[in-house]
């Protein structure tokens, strides 16, 4: 047999010849079964096709060093556009281009750093749209806090006019927010087209789960490539046998130069992968152990510890103990201003249901809270009827219980304002899933799988599902699916940032008041 160490042969034929002799003699090395495999393996790589030979075939990290530059570029960009405009337009004067580029480039590079630092420039995170526009809200709105924070300790905030910097906050938000959604799309795309050399993947798994395994992998556009596999049909075998194996796979895995390893979950022997992880342990690979079908379904499963037992963890609390704090520090001191300062507000609105219909000011439902408690929400009266029982009418388009100034109020969104004295006493927050009615709730809830989930968190006076579009009646099941989708996404994705944006949204965009009635 030959020697492992010298399969790897310098070729002046090029790349594909010397991979077709490497094949034969790697086949010289394996059994029968193996040879197959093998040869597939490098005619694959040494196909002209095969995006790792593409003369003009992107490297991942030269991929990511170009979205890095692009979000850098674009903010410096915005920078310098919106500062002469407003310069133009406002003064009637020329600006300083190096003014307005220096605040640019430090607004970039604050942005661009704080992803690069968390990886958020990988392949995978850009495929998977991994960044919430709530994050990079909250991301740029942290950078404009540390440009202030500049300004006042070098004394130059009044070489900036601030109608300039209010501009270049929101246009830079829409630009970066726009530029993370082209990203994702060129991604695919570049992928999708052969432009980008993937990472070269070998699979180890027994012979059911090896063809699964390549499909799942192949078939997507991801930045990785199965070019080998590895059969090994009952990890009972023999040492010597299981030894064979793994040597035979190490030594093809140097000769094609893989980078990543995958063992399926399918050889989870303890024995096994001792045996397997100190084999592949000599090769300058990424080791990686696949999941079944079912963890697959938990985007944020990974390794916990307890004590000294390691488990893996599938879900997790929709907020941590941190940004629980955060979160209902944020809902306390909000809801207390906005209850001062709309205070006349609320006494005018008062006066207007006093005098267009009998009745109270105020309606008072049961709705389920957190956890499925019930609380009582508060708002302005705006029809005739106050059902509160085990069958609740929704209410349409020109339905006659609504008042005059209640048709106004629910037009405006005015009628949920005292809902603040729902989140002081901690029934509601600012953000979060809209409260149904009991009888709603136990109406869906037999009807839509996931429909409970919407409790895992406290509800609120908005969220992502009002701001974009879904509120007011539900004339269909599948309307109240499209509803609670959106609810779930901001379940498993809320965050501080992710809550301002939605606050933002709520106040300046048109889909909040759609439906409203």
Request: hydrophobic share 45%; net charge positive.
């Amino acid at each position: 047999m030959p020697n492992p160490s010298s399969l790897v042969m310098p070729d002046r034929r090029g790349p594909a010849n010397a991979l077709l002799a490497v094949g034969s003699v790697l086949a010289a090395c394996c059994s029968d079964e193996e040879d197959a495999s093998v040869l597939a393996s490098v005619r694959q790589l040494a196909s002209p096709n095969f995006v790792g030979f593409s003369r003009f075939a992107l490297a991942q990290s030269c991929f990511g060093a170009t979205a890095l530059l692009i979000e850098l570029g674009g903010i410096v960009l915005i920078s310098i556009v919106t500062g002469m405009a407003y310069q133009g337009l406002v003064h009637g004067e020329q600006g300083f281009v190096e003014n307005y580029a220096a605040i640019g480039v430090l607004a970039g590079l604050g942005y661009t750093s704080v992803f690069l630092i968390r990886n958020e420039y990988a392949i995978g995170v850009l495929l998977e749209k991994g960044r919430s526009p709530g994050r990079i809200f909250l991301t740029w709105s942290l950078v404009f806090a540390g440009l202030s924070i500049i300004g006042f300790l070098t004394k130059t905030t009044h070489e900036f006019s601030r109608g300039w910097l209010v501009v270049f906050f929101l246009s830079g938000l829409a630009g970066v927010l726009f530029l993370n959604a082209m990203l994702s799309l060129a991604v695919a795309r570049v992928i999708a087209r052969g432009w980008m050399r993937r990472r070269k993947v070998m699979i180890v798994a027994t012979d059911r789960e090896v063809a699964s395994l390549e499909r799942e992998m192949n078939e997507s556009a991801t930045g990785f490539w199965v070019i080998a596999r590895t059969v090994v049909p009952n990890t009972a075998q023999e040492p010597a046998q299981i030894d064979a194996v793994l040597d035979a796979a190490v030594a093809n895995a140097r000769a094609l130069a893989i980078e990543d390893i995958v063992i399926s979950n399918g050889l989870c022997n303890s024995a096994f992968l001792e045996r397997a992880v100190n084999a592949f342990k000599v090769l300058p690979v990424a080791l990686h152990l696949s999941t079944s079908s079912f963890v697959r379904r938990f985007k944020d499963a990974r390794i916990a510890r307890f004590g000294q037992t390691a488990t893996l963890s599938l879900t997790r609390p929709p907020l941590g103990p941190f940004a629980a704090v955060t979160k209902r520090s944020f809902d306390m001191v909000a809801a207390g201003v906005a209850l001062v300062i709309l205070s006349p507000l609320f006494a005018a609105i008062a006066l207007l249901i006093k005098l267009d219909s009998p009745g109270p000011v105020f309606f008072k439902q049961r709705r389920r809270g957190y956890n499925g408690e019930e609380f009582r929400i508060w708002k302005f009266r705006t029809m005739t009827s106050l059902d509160d029982g085990d069958v609740i009418v929704q209410a349409t388009e020109n339905d006659r219980r609504i008042t005059a100034v209640g048709d106004f109020l629910r037009r405006t969104s005015l009628d949920e304002l005292p809902q603040l004295i729902n989140v002081l006493k901690g029934e509601m927050s600012l953000v979060g899933p809209r409260p149904h009615a009991v009888a709603h709730d136990r109406f869906f809830e037999r009807r839509i799988e996931l429909y409970p989930r919407r409790l895992n968190v406290k509800p609120g006076i908005t969220g992502w599902a009002q701001v974009n579009g879904f509120r007011g009646e539900t004339r269909t099941e599948e309307a109240m699916r499209q509803r609670v989708d959106h609810d779930l996404y901001y379940i498993d994705n809320c965050s501080f940032g992710f809550d301002l944006y939605i606050i933002l949204m709520t106040v300046i965009s048109p889909k909040t008041g759609r439906n409203a009635r």
